[in-house]
C-alpha cells in the first residue's frame, strides 16, 4: 500500500503534516494559540452541527405527521 504525498497534486497539505510544520516553523505561543483556535473551530463545528440536524429531525417529523 503507498502512501499519499504530503503534498498532493491539487496543491493542499494534508492535516497532520500541516499541524508538524506549524509546530516546527513556529513558536511555543503561536503553536498553541492555533491548537485552541482549532479546537474551538471544532466544537463549533460539533454544536452547530446536532443543532442543525435537531432541526432536520423536527422538520422530517412535522411533514411525517402531516400526511
Known sequence: MSQRPAL???GTIDDPTLVVLMAFT???RQTLGMGVLAGAFLTWLVLYGNLQHRRLRTMREA???RD
Open 63 to 65: 411533514l411525517r405527521a
Open 8 to 10: 498532493d497534486p491539487g
Open 26 to 28: 513556529a513558536g511555543l
